[in-house]
């Protein structure tokens, strides 16, 4: 049995959501939430499940871990964790409330097994103790975050000291490839920014500021639009 709960916003949430902006992510993803499954798998070429699924087993997720999966969205990630280890407890953050009931509807049609809770927040400031996740991932989840160097310190906050962190996001191709990432750069970028409200993360820049250790950086290309990579990860505490 999946337990689902869908938590309210918390009052400082609120307050920053309006700081800075985030309704143009509530926006977005109220437009995309009902079809945002088929979109995300016409994009990649279905690639996006066979991702998924690699993110889930580079997690080395165990029996009894707290995972925090950020921008869970429509929680394709969380149930691939936990159907590698349904003695986990995966918690799906996200800040679109329509995004949260898609994954909602995702976990009771897959009868999955395990604890799924989505938690209606924003990554920036997230009200978890320090020191509370064994894993944390991201799936696409990241590169919709405004500021992403402040969300970045607080996952390494709410991460345990030893925690892996897996995190794929679009990138740049790399640098031989001088066609590929000029048409990503002039073309791509900007058109799925208005898509998807999402831009390039520099992920390895992030681990290695925040003391989080590269354990492994691959890249994964030849999408229909954009190309991403993989990077995964401990912190160091
Ligand atoms: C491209 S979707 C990825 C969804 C999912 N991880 C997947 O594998 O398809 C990006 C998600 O990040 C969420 N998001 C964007 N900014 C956020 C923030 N500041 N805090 C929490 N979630 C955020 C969006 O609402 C959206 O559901």
Redesign the pocket.
């Known amino acids: 049995m999946v337990k689902s709960e869908i938590f309210k916003y918390y009052k400082n949430n609120i307050i920053l959501i309006m700081n800075l902006n985030?309704d143009s992510?509530?926006r977005?993803?109220r437009f995309?939430?009902p079809m945002?499954?088929l979109a995300?798998h016409v994009q990649t070429i279905w690639q996006?499940s066979e991702y998924?699924k690699i993110v889930a087993e580079k997690t080395q997720v165990k029996e009894n871990d707290l995972v925090l999966?950020?921008?869970?969205?429509?929680?394709?990630?969380g149930l691939e964790i936990l159907a590698l280890e349904p003695n986990a407890t995966v918690f799906g953050?996200?800040?679109?409330e329509e995004?949260l009931k898609k994954a909602y509807e995702n976990i009771e049609s897959r009868e999955a097994t395990g604890s799924f809770y989505l938690l209606n927040?924003?990554?920036?400031q997230m009200s978890f103790k320090d020191n509370t996740f064994d894993k944390i991932v991201?799936?696409?989840?990241?590169?919709?975050?405004?500021d992403k160097e402040k969300?970045f310190r607080e996952i390494v906050r709410v991460g345990k000291n030893g925690s892996r962190i897996v995190m794929?996001e679009m990138c740049e191709p790399p640098e031989q490839m001088t066609v590929k990432r000029a048409l990503h750069n002039y073309m791509v970028v900007p058109f799925i920014k208005r898509l998807?409200?999402?831009e390039n993360s520099d992920l390895e820049g992030l681990f290695l500021k925040n003391n989080v250790e590269v354990e492994g950086s691959e890249y994964k290309g030849d999408l229909i639009l954009g190309s991403s990579k993989l990077v995964y990860g401990t912190i160091n505490k």
């Open positions: 985030i992510t509530q977005t993803y995309w939430a945002y499954d995300h996006d998924r999966d950020i921008g869970t969205g429509t929680g394709l990630t953050a996200d800040i679109s995004m927040k924003n990554i920036e991201s799936a696409y989840g990241f590169g919709g975050i405004p969300a794929l998807w409200h999402f």
